[in-house]
């Protein structure tokens, strides 16, 4: 059974392009995550939801808007793609519950902008 | 603010020990991480503390000092499918933001 998944798993588009991925969870968990990870391998939150409610942005650019259509799904839509937005886009949960929350992490979305 | 700083690349042997260390500063403290990521893989988890001392989990352990703001993570009996990245982790109160460290790559030789 696969926990976090993502879609797709590698994109290659063009510069000015939209593109979306998706990303579910099954394992019940009430909090989900956009992270980017880039060249050099540094992970970095990009967004937090809560039950569906965006808790954290952390100062991306407003091309990059996630939706939450239930507490299992977390989408991320990219307008006007930009050559530096090329990374690996990694989707994560967890259950917050005021310790260990740890994050269970989706298989990656691999994005080359061209 | 949230820093934390670990080494970019360590090597070792097969069949040694070897420790990563990782400091952090942080502005509230909730716990820290440790996720190793193979290449071309998502993070995994491999251990939390939150109170001092070592936590042992088969040949990975983790040790932590709140005051000295210091972590380590000792790999015991390495073997060649240890050769990974490892983040240090320390997510902010409310655990809605974690900062991830930069990773140590651990490569591991015959």
């Known amino acids: 059974d696969t926990a976090v998944s993502q879609t797709p798993k590698y994109l290659v588009t063009q510069m000015g392009n939209d593109k979306s991925i998706k990303c579910e969870q099954n394992?019940?968990?009430?909090?989900m995550y956009w992270y980017k990870q880039d060249s050099k391998k540094f992970l970095k939150i990009m967004f937090s939801?809560?039950?569906?409610?965006?808790?954290i942005n952390e100062t991306v650019p407003n091309r990059f808007s996630p939706k939450s259509p239930d507490k299992a799904h977390l989408n991320l839509h990219i307008n006007s793609l930009e050559l530096g937005d090329s990374a690996v886009y990694f989707c994560?949960?967890?259950?917050?519950?005021?310790?260990?929350?740890?994050?269970?992490f989706g298989p990656g979305t691999r994005l080359l902008v061209l | 603010g949230q820093n934390i700083d670990q080494p970019t690349e360590m090597t070792a042997t097969e069949g040694a020990i070897v420790q990563i260390n990782c400091t952090y500063q942080?502005?509230?403290?909730?716990?820290l991480f440790w996720y190793q990521q193979h290449a071309g893989e998502a993070p995994t988890f491999l251990s939390y503390?939150?109170?001092?001392g070592l936590e042992e989990k088969g040949r990975f352990s983790s040790f932590l000092s709140r005051s000295k703001g210091y972590s380590y993570l000792l790999l015991k009996e390495l073997q060649m499918k240890d050769s990974a990245s490892y983040l240090c982790?320390?997510?902010?109160?409310?655990?809605?933001?974690?900062?991830f460290g930069a990773g140590t790559r651990l490569f591991v030789k015959a």
């Open positions: 994560a949960s967890s259950q917050l519950s005021g310790g260990q929350e740890t994050q269970y």
């Open positions: 394992l019940g968990h009430d909090t």
């Open positions: 939801y809560n039950n569906k409610e965006l808790i």
């Open positions: 942080t502005s509230g403290f909730n716990g």
């Open positions: 503390n939150v109170l001092d």
């Open positions: 982790a320390v997510p902010n109160t409310g655990g809605f933001k974690t900062i």
